[in-house]
């Protein structure tokens, strides 16, 4: 038991790593035992918190994504419109996992919890590309003029959002103090997310809208 206890100690401090992957490593160590009969081995605290709360978040993930998808589709009218809004999501996930990715974090609940606060910055960023290429298509402007004129005009409230939130989220991310393990992940989530976010949705969004121009007017 001793040895065991060696060599869970030596898991712990040999590199910084997340609960799950930590536990997951001991569980190996422990499967060595060879426990009496009626003996079992349960991993409590704070990482039956973090499996309770990852079964939570598969519930609160879709339904924040449906409920998005509802209001999109009662403020358009147009599911053509509101299935070009919700892509900025993904253009927005690709960042979040790849900056997750380069900076080692782990997917954890609080980067779980950036990536819905993401989902609603980049479709937010759609929303108003959108509505300013519908009011400009309903004035008679060419498609042309509606995706180079709408980009351009909504180019800097689209900027201000972006940089607002990473100039807000940057110092969190090299947080090493207390609670940096929580705030990192988010941070890290948020920032990565909205740099891919805002540059996808200004170049894809308006081209899109552009291809199909015939589905994109309002009703």
């Known amino acids: 038991m001793k040895t065991l206890f060696e060599d869970l100690l030596f898991l712990s401090i040999q590199k910084p790593r997340d609960i799950e992957n930590f536990v997951k490593n001991a569980s190996k160590e422990v499967e060595k035992l060879n426990l009496p009969d009626g003996y079992y081995v ?3 605290g704070s990482f039956r918190n973090l499996i309770s709360a990852k ?3 598969s519930i609160l993930v879709p339904l924040a994504l449906l409920l998005i998808l509802v209001m999109l589709y009662g403020a358009f009218r147009n599911y053509a419109q509101v299935f070009l809004i919700f892509l900025c999501a993904p253009m927005a996930l690709i960042g979040g996992v790849l900056s997750l990715k380069l900076l080692g974090l782990p997917f954890s609940i609080s980067a779980g919890v950036g990536f819905i606060a993401l989902f609603g910055i980049s479709i937010l960023n759609g929303v108003v590309l959108v509505t300013y290429f519908n009011r400009l298509l309903k004035d008679g402007k060419s498609p042309d003029d509606v995706v180079r004129e709408g980009t351009m005009i909504r180019l800097r409230p689209v900027l201000m ?3 607002t939130d990473i100039f807000g989220f940057l110092p969190m991310v090299f947080s090493t103090g ?3 393990e929580v705030q990192r992940p988010l941070a890290t ?3 990565g997310g909205i740099l ?3 540059i996808l949705t200004l170049i894809v969004l308006p081209s899109l809208y552009r291809l199909f121009i015939h589905k994109m007017r309002p009703q």
């Open 42 to 44: 349960e991993w409590g």
């Open 55 to 57: 079964k939570r978040l």
């Open 161 to 163: 959002t972006a940089l």
């Open 178 to 180: 207390l609670g940096g």
């Open 189 to 191: 989530v948020v920032v």
């Open 196 to 198: 891919s976010a805002t």
